[in-house]
């Protein structure tokens, strides 16, 4: 069963913006919040972190509220009744639902934790402890982009009214992909963006990545992402700073220039040239 909204907690977005959060903007926060929740699961995963499960427990409540509001906002927009909305908000129902799932095997994880003298530095996932962890996580696995495409079919369709219109100089099509892929929660760096950026399915440039956070779109967490290999270093989660959240938002649909010079169509070939062509 879905946990009902509870007016008794404060909203969980903390997102330092100077106007309410637009619909948009609100679904791009709910997606970092899930990416630093299942951050804190993998650092307990690798044995890398102390077991605060009332935390984990409280969290995943509160995201499963948050995702349920981010549901009713999109709804007050009275988006038109077309498939990619329509999908969108159901993929967003299907993350609450999940997240209640993980809520509860969170929970059963409180209660099979060892005695603090006997538990392991690093929990086995396939049995006790260990494995309700695994479960938790992976119901939140694919929530960061999931929220984030949603994002996407939704922002068209919102009306100028609830559109955030925050824009930077020179943006382009690279740096608004990036911006993407930190939203997603697919950027983590090592070494203060030493020689690469690891991302999910692509490496982030180093370069555009510093120049994000020059502008203050991203910010670095340091050691808040789970290592690489078992016993290596944690890693800095990148995530979008509150001025990212807003410049996303505005850019996550919009044609952005590449950069590149714009092509020009061919002159059509004269008769001369066709001529001289044929006696070749």
């Known amino acids: 069963m879905t946990t009902p909204p509870d007016p008794d907690h404060a909203p969980l977005f903390d997102v330092d913006a100077p106007v309410p959060l637009t619909p948009v903007e609100r679904l791009l926060a709910l997606a970092d919040l899930y990416t630093q929740h299942n951050d804190r699961i993998d650092l307990l995963l690798a044995g890398r972190a102390s077991c605060d499960l009332d935390a984990s427990v409280s969290s995943a409540g509160r995201l499963e509220r948050e995702a349920l509001a981010s549901i009713k906002t999109v709804r007050q927009q009275r988006l038109p009744a077309i498939e990619p909305v329509a999908s969108a ?15 509860r095997y969170l929970t059963a994880a409180q209660r099979a934790l060892p005695p603090d003298d006997a538990e392991p530095p690093r929990p086995d996932p396939r049995r006790g402890f260990g494995q309700y962890l695994r479960l938790a996580r992976e119901l939140t696995a694919l929530a960061p982009a999931a929220i984030v495409e949603s994002a996407t079919h939704i922002a068209p369709r919102v009306p100028d009214r609830a559109r955030s219109t925050t824009t930077v100089p020179g943006m382009d099509a690279v740096q608004r992909d990036t911006l993407l892929e930190v939203a997603r929660g697919h950027v983590i760096v090592t070494e203060q963006y030493g020689q690469r950026g690891y991302g999910h399915t692509v490496a982030a440039d180093i370069d555009v990545l510093r ?18 290999f078992a016993g290596g270093p944690l890693r800095d989660r990148v995530r979008l700073a509150s ?11 919009s044609p952005l220039h590449l950069g590149l010079p714009s092509a020009r169509p061919l002159p059509a070939p004269t008769a001369a040239a066709a001529a001289a062509r044929a006696r070749r």
């Not at 001025?243 to 649909?253: A, E, R």
């Open 243 to 253: 001025l990212g959240f807003s410049v996303l938002g505005t850019v996550i649909n």
């Open 211 to 228: 120049h994000l956070e020059a502008q203050d779109l991203v910010t670095r967490e340091p050691a808040s992402a789970p290592p690489l």
């Open 89 to 103: 908000v159901v993929r967003l129902k299907q993350i609450a639902h999940l997240t209640s799932g993980a809520t």
